[in-house]
């Protein structure tokens, strides 16, 4: 099957009426392995490797998007990843006004910036540096994400994340998490934020999510690594946000801006040269 371009409005509309996320482009498809009763853990490489791409949306907001594009269009249930990271007001001022979400769960994570939602349900929220919301939109909402300065470096992400056939239709919910919420730890060498998972027994704040997804942001520092148990059964991505980082036994160099879908396996193994940071889901 040939791939295309899926903007947000595609997919919005798609999810709306319980489309499946396969049906609205071309995806690759990594089975799973059957779980063994012995046997050494095994790491999982590097699938696919993809740029992010430059786009344009909300009222014209320029960003990244490298989940969700031409080159990589889903990955069950992981619909959609972009990245604003810019200095200039002129990319991101114009904001995301109101629209609505219906069928799926949207995850903003802010690392500079501030960014102020409101919904058609009467909500209110701020994100500022190191914040993150986890919106099920359920049976549908209509919200708005606007910038909250006139200058300075507006640096954030958004996951969109499919619903289970049967949760479409759930009730709107939100789970607004503070900084100092997410919980902060230490995996070998590595520095790591715990949004939502759980890591050497510690559990991220987001709670009661029917695809029990993992959201870490790992900091490597120079010749450090990081190794740790990954469900076979889980779909798994990292996208690299800083310096460079090796994935997998094959250790497969990742840059910033480059996201890779890893394939099948137990095993999450990163190493860095020279350090960098990336996010894990």
Same mark, same amino acid.
């Given at each position: ?9 595609e997919v919005?509309?798609?999810? %709306?009426v319980?489309v499946? %996320?396969v049906?609205?482009?071309?995806c690759r ?5 059957? %779980? ?12 696919n490797?993809? +740029?992010?791409?430059?786009?344009v949306?909300? =009222?014209g907001v320029? /960003? ?6 031409? =080159? ?11 990245? @604003?990271h810019s200095d ?10 109101t ?9 903003t994570y ?9 919904d058609? /349900? ?8 190191g914040?993150?919301? !986890? ?5 549908g @909402? #209509?919200?708005s994400?606007?910038p909250?300065?006139e200058?300075?470096?507006?640096w954030?992400?958004?996951? !969109? ?8 239709m @759930?009730?709107p919910?939100?789970?607004? @998490?503070?900084?100092?919420r ?5 995996v070998?060498? %590595? ?5 939502a998972?759980?890591? +050497?027994g510690?559990?991220g ?6 695809t ?7 900091s ?6 990081m190794s740790? =148990? ?5 779909t798994?991505? #990292?996208?690299?946000i ?5 994935v997998?036994?094959?250790?497969t160099?990742?840059g ?18 020279a350090g960098g ?5």
């Amino acid at each position: 099957m040939g791939t295309r371009e899926v903007n947000r409005r595609e997919v919005v509309k798609a999810l %709306a009426v319980g489309v499946p %996320a396969v049906a609205l482009g071309a995806c690759r498809v990594v089975e799973a392995p059957r %779980a063994t009763a012995t046997g050494p853990a095994r790491p999982r490489e590097v699938a696919n490797l993809v +740029d992010a791409q430059p786009t344009v949306e909300g =009222a014209g907001v320029r /960003l990244r998007r490298a989940l969700g594009s031409r =080159a990589l269009p889903m990955l069950d249930p992981f619909l959609l990843l972009d990245e @604003i990271h810019s200095d200039n007001p002129d990319d991101y001022l114009p904001g995301f006004p109101t629209h609505p979400h219906r069928g799926f769960e949207t995850v903003t994570y802010v690392l500079d910036g501030a960014m102020e939602h409101r919904d058609s /349900l009467g909500n209110h929220g701020h994100l500022g540096p190191g914040s993150a919301q !986890w919106m099920t939109a359920g049976h549908g @909402i #209509v919200h708005s994400e606007m910038p909250q300065q006139e200058r300075g470096r507006m640096w954030g992400f958004q996951l !969109w994340v499919n619903l289970p056939a049967a949760n479409k239709m @759930i009730h709107p919910r939100y789970q607004d @998490i503070a900084p100092g919420r997410v919980v902060e730890t230490m995996v070998d060498d %590595a520095a790591v934020r715990l949004v939502a998972g759980e890591v +050497d027994g510690k559990r991220g704040p987001v709670e009661g999510i029917v695809t029990a997804p993992e959201m870490l942001d790992v900091s490597l520092p120079p010749r450090g690594s990081m190794s740790r =148990a990954l469900p076979a059964s889980h779909t798994a991505f #990292v996208y690299v946000i800083e310096g460079n980082v090796e994935v997998g036994g094959a250790r497969t160099a990742v840059g910033a801006g480059q996201l890779a879908a890893l394939g099948p396996g137990d095993l999450l193994a990163l190493r860095s040269t020279a350090g960098g940071r990336l996010l894990c889901f």
